[in-house]
């Protein structure tokens, strides 16, 4: 069983340290076919079905590079502020591990596609943080290890281990940061609002679907601190693959006070990689970390080097689309949006699927008022990520859209709402399903007004003598009487006018 390792509080940890940060995320292409053979590049198959003698490096089975994802990293490259090499070439990263067929990796070393780039972070509290890359550079995925018959899923204590190769060869790009300094005590934050950031750039670019809970999109978080007044970078650990914005966050901080503790008690820390367990929000030790050395890297035989055009490279930027950030600053613009109304829709993950509603016709200020209000407390109530409700923003679009023309009151169209997150049905089949239009028949209305002023001829006098306050009363039996199927606003109308004729 794992020691419980000592943990420094955090705010001593930042009286006594400073962070430094180095974030390295492995992005998984969404091309059609492998990186370097033909195989089909899909999330889920049958184990060892999309594998071929290239990508299970049979003797004789030569490389071939894939045309789309060496596109897809240049583009990734501008899009990052990134320099584009006039030349580059692979090369391979030599080590043993079972879910990696060729015992070595076709990678980039000393020459990648794409390098000196920046990210500018969008914090919590608005505060921008440039985050400089040091590289991004083309490389392919590794198989799967399945560790059968040990209490956590790892190699430790497990019985057998199953290999699947459908993972081999996919293409991936690596990037990394250049050491981050001057985080302190939003070391956590920076680490999630960069990764959260480098994931909607790379949706916007289309070239990976990002999803970190299958693994498209994986980040090691490299923690090492520096006693206060010095400027030499301490031991740092890796903590290896980990899948979630929370867990990023929750990786950093808890390194920082883990490091803190094993120096304040003077020790040393161990330059490795380690696991996250998303359960206890702790990571524990992995394998010693190696150098470059130690990979023997040296260039790949196989494979020619790249020499992007620049003709090519200015086409491809042309080709990028509208970038996060300047599309949050046109959308603020168009809806007329304060700065901390933005931050709140970026923060909640519902920019998207806001502007989704307002493609759909609906106006922004009641787009925006359904998804972080009633939507949000439907997803929070039922531990739902908001774009994981069963209901569509052209759905949600057209409840509004019932509301505004009459045919819905506000409180109708929770009801209307409540029934397609049942699966009742598009809003119009909730509607008919459950009897909900609103009564706009004035014949209709009338008669409950009339039997609502013959069971309160106190309230009706109040009315008739100028007190035009007491229709309340009236208005919430007629409410009542329909089944808050009435618009309010005419109801009273017609009170006032029954009472002065």
């Known amino acids: 069983m794992t020691a419980v390792a000592e943990l420094m509080d955090y705010d001593e ?22 990186m370097f053979c033909g195989c089909a590049n899909v ?48 090369a391979r990263k030599n080590y043993f591990y079972p ?80 050491p981050l300094v001057g985080t302190g005590a939003r070391a956590p934050e920076v680490a999630r609002a960069y990764v959260s950031a480098l994931r909607d750039l790379l949706r916007a670019l289309g070239v990976s679907d990002v999803r970190m809970d299958q693994g498209s999109l994986r980040c090691d978080a490299n923690v090492s601190l520096m006693p206060k007044g010095t400027e030499v970078f301490g031991t740092r650990t890796e903590t290896k693959n980990v899948n979630s914005l929370r867990s ?28 996250f367990d998303e359960s206890t929000g702790s990571t524990s030790s992995g394998r010693a970390k190696e150098t470059a050395e130690d990979y023997r ?29 300047q599309r949050r600053q046109r959308i603020q613009a168009e809806w007329n949006l304060t700065d901390l109304e933005l931050r709140d829709l970026v923060n909640a993950d519902a920019l998207d699927i806001v502007a989704a509603t307002v493609d759909a016709g609906a106006p922004p200020a009641e787009a925006r008022s359904w998804w972080v209000s009633y939507l949000s407390q439907k997803a929070n109530a039922t531990g739902t990520e908001l774009t ?37 049905g598009e809003p119009e089949q909730v509607v008919e ?19 609502a002023l013959a069971a309160q001829p106190d309230v009706a006098e109040k009315i008739r003598g100028g007190k035009v306050a007491a229709a309340g009363a009236i208005v919430g039996a007629v409410m009542k009487a329909t089944k808050g ?17």
């Open 13 to 34: 940890v930042l009286e006594r340290f400073d962070p430094v940060l180095g974030l390295e995320v492995h992005v998984e292409l969404n091309t059609n076919t492998k």
């Open 43 to 90: 999330f889920g198959g049958e184990p060892n079905t999309n594998v071929c003698p290239t990508c299970l490096g049979m003797p004789g089975a030569l490389p071939v590079v894939n045309g789309t994802a060496v596109e897809s990293a240049i583009r990734i490259g501008l899009a990052l502020n990134c320099e584009i090499a006039q030349w580059c070439r692979f």
């Open 99 to 178: 879910d990696m067929p060729k015992n070595f990796q076709t990678s980039q070393y000393d020459e990648p596609i794409a390098f000196n780039g920046h990210l500018d972070v969008l914090l919590d509290d608005g505060e921008v943080f440039r985050v400089d890359i040091e590289r991004a550079h083309m490389e392919e995925d590794t198989g799967k290890s399945l560790h059968v018959g040990g209490a956590t899923g790892r190699i430790h204590g497990a019985e057998h281990s199953l290999l699947d190769y459908n993972r081999a060869g996919v293409p991936l790009i690596e990037i990394v940061t250049k």
């Open 248 to 275: 990023v966050e929750r990786a950093v901080r808890y390194e920082m006070t883990r490091h803190a503790a094993v120096l304040a008690g003077g020790g040393t820390i161990r330059q490795e990689t380690r696991h």
């Open 297 to 325: 890297y040296f260039p790949e035989p196989d494979l020619v080097p790249i020499a992007p055009a620049r003709e090519w490279v200015e086409q491809l930027a042309a080709t990028l689309p509208e970038l996060p950030w």
């Open 388 to 424: 994981a409700l069963p209901i569509t923003p052209a759905q949600v679009a057209k409840v509004i859209a019932l509301v505004a023309e009459g045919s819905l009151t506000n409180k109708l169209a929770r009801e209307v709402v409540d029934g397609v997150l049942a699966g009742e």
């Open 433 to 451: 399903q459950r009897g909900l239009k609103v009564v706009s028949d004035d014949s209709a209305l009338l008669a409950a007004i009339d039997e």
């Open 485 to 501: 199927q009435a618009d309010a606003k005419r109801v009273r109308e017609l009170i006032i006018s029954r009472c002065e004729s």
